[in-house]
Every structure is written in C-alpha cells, then in structure tokens.
C-alpha cells in the first residue's frame, strides 16, 4: 500500500524554525514527485513546495521561497521541509502527497491538489507571535 506519512510539527515562536518528514512506503520512489502542502484555519488547502524525488527539482510558492527548504533523502525514501524564520500566518496544517511516476515538473504537482495520487494526514505546525 502506498503511503506517506508527516512527522515534525509543533509550537514554535516567530522567527524560529522546525523541520518536517515525510515517510514513503509501498512505491519505489523513481520518477515520483512529492510534496508540501498546507491548509490554515477558513483557508484552502495550498501547494507550498514540490520536489522530484530522483533528481532534486524543486519548486516552492512565493510566500515561502526563500525561508523553507524541500530535500529528499532518496535512501531513506523521506522528504523533508525545513522552516526557517516563521510566521504566524505559516500556522496551518501541513499535508505531504505524492504522485508519479511521471516526467512532469514540480510545479505542476504544487499547483493542484488533484495532481498529487496519495496523502497522509497532517501535522500541525503552530506559530505564536
């Protein structure tokens, strides 16, 4: 069974930083695409960072480029999202998915939820001001 699974949220005051894993089982990881995404409280769920897991290709949203950043560990099949200088308004759940395998870019998967195939269930991330 495909899955993926967050660990790594918490309560962290602004400016301070947390990093986020995602775990995938049941697919090989050639040629998927993973992702970040998020869902704050009244908001829709958002794309924020995609990665290729084979060869690095990153994309990340705007409000995040710059602060966060996507790596795959591609032998420990896991992703992660280090978070650095947050925000209150980065306080959301946050979703990992993935899809593939595929050619597509990363930005491709970011920018649809119905891109990505499978989802896990959140972790939450809470930033006080």
């Known amino acids: 069974e495909e899955r993926v699974v967050e660990s790594g949220g918490g309560l962290v005051q602004a400016g301070g930083s947390l990093r986020l894993s995602c775990a995938a089982s049941?697919?090989?990881?050639?040629?998927?695409?993973i992702g970040w995404f998020r869902q704050a409280p009244g908001k829709e769920r958002e794309g924020i960072a995609c990665?290729?897991?084979?060869?690095?290709?990153?994309y990340y949203r705007g409000s995040v480029k710059g602060r966060f950043t996507i790596s795959s560990d591609y032998g420990k099949k896991t992703i992660y999202l280090e978070m650095n200088n947050l925000k209150p308004e980065d306080t959301a759940v946050y979703y990992c998915?993935?899809?593939?395998?595929?050619?597509?870019?990363?930005?491709?998967?970011?920018?649809?939820?119905?891109?990505?195939?499978?989802w896990g269930e959140g972790t939450l991330v809470t930033v006080s001001s």
């Open positions: 998915a993935a899809d593939g395998p595929s050619l597509a870019d990363p930005n491709y998967y970011c920018a649809g939820l119905s891109h990505m195939d499978f």
């Open positions: 049941g697919f090989t990881f050639d040629g998927f695409t």
């Open positions: 990665i290729s897991a084979n060869d690095g290709r990153a």
